[in-house]
């Protein structure tokens, strides 16, 4: 049973430190998703990429996030510094993008003090 | 701009008690409507994706139906398991892969 798999699940830091989550997606999907789920935002798309190559960044915070896939099996989100309205649960998902069905991971819930 | 919205924003049912979640869609040529269910401290899980109005899927106690301007899902004599938070997201033709997420219905079903 194919599952994407995410680390940590649970990451507590101070401001200002870096964190580093990792995401390895369903093998044979061709995009990877980065969100972040809060109460009051919900789900939001942070960052998309498509074969590795990132196809859209714009939901992510420029100055302090990153996300990069250096291989097919692997894809990082970056946060440094981390401040406080950082934490949040991020997911990774994955999925075919032609099809449009998305398969989440269990996400890893970020506090930073 | 492509728009989601879910209502209610939380339902209580007693077991048995049938009832349908809704969600309501403004989208730039729909390629596909899909819902998840999400139980507290985990991802989304997908259940179903609908194509086309008129369509109709089922899963154990759980139909989803959809038409041009929204979609059902019906649960039918639900039990406490059921219970959990259900995400409707909808992709469009203009959006490169993106789905666009309502805030979702929390279920809440007691015995």
């Known amino acids: 049973d194919a599952r994407v798999t995410q680390t940590p699940r649970d990451k507590v830091t101070e401001m200002g430190q870096e964190v580093t989550m990792r995401c390895q997606p369903i093998?044979?999907?061709?995009?990877v998703f980065w969100y972040r789920q809060t109460m009051m935002q919900g789900l939001e798309l942070l960052a998309y990429f498509r074969n590795r190559a990132p196809l859209d960044d714009s939901g992510m915070p420029k100055d302090r996030f990153s996300a990069e896939m250096p291989d097919a099996t692997l894809a990082t989100l970056k946060i440094q510094p981390s401040e406080p309205r950082d934490s949040a649960v991020y997911f990774c998902a994955s999925g075919q993008l032609e099809e449009g069905t998305q398969y989440f991971g269990p996400g890893t819930r970020l506090l930073v003090l | 701009e492509d728009q989601v919205t879910q209502s209610p924003e939380a339902l209580r049912l007693q077991e048995g008690e049938s009832s349908s979640l809704n969600c309501s869609y403004t989208?730039?040529?729909?390629?596909?409507l899909f819902w998840y269910r999400q139980d507290p401290g985990k991802g989304p899980e997908f259940l179903f994706t609908?194509?086309?109005a008129g369509e109709e899927k089922e899963k154990e106690r759980l139909k989803a139906t959809l038409t041009k301007k929204e979609s059902f899902l019906h649960i039918t004599a639900p039990k406490p398991e059921d219970s959990a938070t259900y995400l409707c997201?909808?992709?469009?033709?203009?959006?490169?892969?993106?789905?666009?997420f309502g805030q979702g219905t929390t279920l809440q079903v007691k015995p």
């Open positions: 989208v730039s040529g729909l390629r596909g």
């Open positions: 093998l044979g999907h061709n995009t």
């Open positions: 609908l194509y086309s």
């Open positions: 997201a909808v992709l469009g033709s203009s959006n490169t892969g993106k789905l666009i």
